[in-house]
T-cell receptor, first 112, second 117 residues
Framework: AQKVTQAQTEISVVEKEDVTLDCVYE???????LFWYKQPPSGELVFLIR??????QNEISGRYSWNFQKSTSSFNFTITASQVVDSAVYFC?????????FGAGTRLTVKP | GAGVSQSPSNKVTEKGKDVELRCDPI?????LYWYRQSLGQGLEFLIY????????KSGLPSDRFSAERTGGSVSTLTIQRTQQEDSAVYLC???????????????FGPGTRLTVL
């Protein structure tokens, strides 16, 4: 069975602080994909990143960075110098062949 | 259209009524997925289609839920005899292919907010 755990239900930071959102996953598949999605107050899911199980190289995109570690089954997401517009619910997701499982989400509030 | 569209955007219904939710995937996308997001909760996978076929319906919450897809395009999710616990945002996504290849990203629609009174 596949499972995604986002232990942090809510996080509140002050603008310009760095923040890390945790994601731990469980799967028996050897090939799988991990995702992060952002859901702003408007409700629509916005794709942020996809990593496959064979590529553990960390990725940086502007203020966003992702740390994928198979040894700990984690795929953490860090926002550097957070901004108010980063306020949203962030979902981590895991996909095997077709079944996509989402974590419960972490609500990030960035205060000015 | 450029993205996945869903209609209606909001639906308020009375307990016991049937509702139909519609999803228009991105043109050419063969795979289509339905999810449910209850208030304050994560996303719950309901069903997927490869073409017009839904091989696994075990994710549907009850036999009051059904889904179909015609012409490899539009899909409808039908909830019969709605209950208050059916209140949620129903999200549809589509992807070019069914699978986990690099081009199999799921693109989400804006969702339909269903409220059962």
């Amino acid at each position: 069975a596949q499972k995604v755990t986002q232990a942090q239900t809510e996080i509140s930071v002050v603008e310009k602080e760095d923040v890390t959102l945790d994601c731990v996953y469980e799967t028996r598949d050897t090939t799988y994909y991990l995702f992060w999605y952002k859901q702003p107050p408007s409700g629509e899911l916005v794709f942020l990143i996809r990593r496959n199980s064979f590529d553990e190289q960390n990725e940086i995109s502007g203020r966003y960075s992702w740390n994928f570690q198979k040894s700990t089954s984690s795929f953490n997401f860090t926002i550097t110098a957070s901004q108010v517009v980063d306020s949203a619910v962030y979902f981590c997701a895991l996909r095997g062949l077709w079944d996509m499982r989402f974590g419960a989400g972490t609500r990030l509030t960035v205060k000015p | 259209g450029a993205g996945v569209s869903q209609s209606p955007s909001n639906k308020v219904t009375e307990k016991g009524k049937d509702v139909e939710l519609r999803c228009d995937p991105i043109s050419g996308h063969t795979a289509l997925y339905w999810y449910r997001q209850s208030l304050g909760q994560g996303l719950e996978f309901l069903i997927y289609f490869q073409g017009n076929s839904a091989p696994d319906k075990s994710g549907l919450p009850s036999d009051r839920f059904s889904a179909e897809r015609t012409g490899g395009s539009v899909s409808t999710l039908t909830i019969q005899r709605t209950q208050q616990e059916d209140s949620a945002v129903y999200l549809c996504a589509s992807s070019p292919h069914l699978g986990s290849g690099p081009r199999d990203e799921q693109f989400f629609g804006p969702g339909t907010r269903l409220t059962v009174l």
